[in-house]
């Protein structure tokens, strides 16, 4: 993402090798920008943020406990709980999304 590549020139991690093209950098992976000299022109991206969320969909749940688990030791297992609605996972995995 372009917001991935945004930061201080002199925050850059080198990520190719001298002379490599914009086209080979972006294959890579890499950012890439030579309008600063002297410093790296394809240079690692900032890892994306992401949060762990738990699912708002009841039928989207993935479950991570058993029949009758207890509210702490679902949180315990690192899991969201809600015993609500009935008939479906009330321990179940959070979803990871980028912000």
Same mark, same amino acid.
């Given at each position: 993402a372009r917001c991935q590549c945004k930061?201080?020139?002199k925050?850059?991690?080198n990520c190719g090798y001298p002379?490599?093209?914009e086209v080979e950098c972006r294959k890579a992976g890499c950012c890439f920008n030579?309008?600063?000299p002297g410093m790296p022109w394809c240079?690692?991206?900032?890892? #994306? *943020?992401v949060r762990?969320?738990?699912p708002n969909d009841p039928h989207a749940r993935i479950n991570c406990g058993f029949p009758g688990i207890k509210a702490q030791e679902c949180e #315990? *297992?690192?899991?969201?709980f809600n015993a609500q609605p009935?008939?479906?996972p009330w321990c179940f995995y959070h979803r990871v999304v980028e912000e």
């Open positions: 930061m201080p020139p925050e850059r991690r002379g490599i093209t030579d309008s600063v240079f690692t991206p900032k890892p #994306k *943020k762990k969320v738990c #315990k *297992k690192g899991c969201c009935a008939g479906v």
